[in-house]
């Protein structure tokens, strides 16, 4: 009776083509893991960019025109600054309205906020009272930042720069960036009261 088995060159050709079968599959893995962490961190980058989006609107859209006060008590000489400069210490500031105020604490509802342009990142700051106090620490908005211009509507024209006066806010305000995987990012805000 003659027995029947593999012999040693079919064991080693089924183990070779395991072996790349089994490659292949750690391959496919490795580039599916890598692909999905790629994509959370553009889905990320994307919330970045909407909540960035969203806090502007909020604030740019209860923008009102009132002046304040910095903690030496001296006045703004304008309700709204805004500026041509990237590079200024303050792209733009103002106050805006809807201060929330759940825990009914003695303060306004208004409140300064001013954003920023340092070290790549879009910074916004407000004051924990309207008149008469510091700026809170920044939150970051989004970073990657390697440029930003901003336009100011005004009786019907773009400017490259907010001319100012004490009782009035831009029309509208037109914010590009340069952003990190997105490249140029351009949102325009209409600002309150102004037809829609």
């Known amino acids: 009776m003659r027995m029947k088995g593999f012999t040693l060159v079919e064991m080693l050709v089924a183990l070779a083509v395991f072996a790349l079968l089994a490659a292949a599959g750690v391959s496919v893995m490795a580039y599916a893991t890598g692909s999905q962490g790629i994509a959370q961190a553009r889905m990320a980058r994307v919330a970045d960019l909407q909540r960035m989006r969203a806090l502007l609107e909020a604030d740019l859209g209860q923008a009102v025109a009132r002046r304040t006060r910095n903690n030496a008590g001296q006045p703004a000489v304008q309700a709204f600054t805004g500026s041509a400069d990237p590079h200024a210490a303050v792209l733009f500031a103002f106050v805006r309205a809807g201060h929330d105020n759940p825990h009914g604490a003695p303060r306004a509802s208004l409140q300064y906020v001013e954003y920023r342009l340092r070290d790549g990142r879009l910074q916004r700051s407000a004051r924990p009272m309207l008149d008469g106090s510091r700026l809170d620490p920044p939150q970051t908005l989004i ?40 490249g140029v990012v351009e949102q325009w805000f209409l600002m309150p009261g102004q037809p829609t």
């Open 143 to 182: 970073d990657g930042v390697h440029a930003a211009r901003m336009l100011y509507r005004y009786q019907g024209q773009w400017l490259d720069g907010w001319p100012g006066g004490v009782d009035r806010v831009p029309e509208a305000v037109r914010l590009t960036l340069e952003l990190d995987g997105f």
